[in-house]
């Protein structure tokens, strides 16, 4: 089984839904979408926690019934912790650095600022693209 190359953030799942990146972005994007997109554990309670209405709240379930949705290791946990302890990044970014570090997937997000001091990890913004 081939590895996957992309971790999708919270912020960038939410922009491509509602179709809030530049047309160089979204095709970007729409490769990735078209082969199983990559979400961490986070990353689905951060979304499925969005007070939507119901139409947008069924748009964004179906994502996440079609996205793999990377559970919390005792891998990620233990790089979630070094990460924290090293970088002072907060929780939810920790676990998303730390779930791309270990399964060695480049980040995707428009908050790259949360991600910028952690060493080994790569991060793209579709925004810049």
Known sequence: MEQPQYLIDTNVVIDYLGQKIPLSGMKFMNNIIDNI?????????????FNAPAEHYQLLTDFMNDATVIELTNKVVDASIEIRKNYKTKLPDAVIAATALVYDLTIISRNVSDFKNIQNLKVINPHSL
């Open 37 to 49: 997109p990559n979400v961490s554990v986070i990353t689905k309670i951060e979304v499925l926690g």
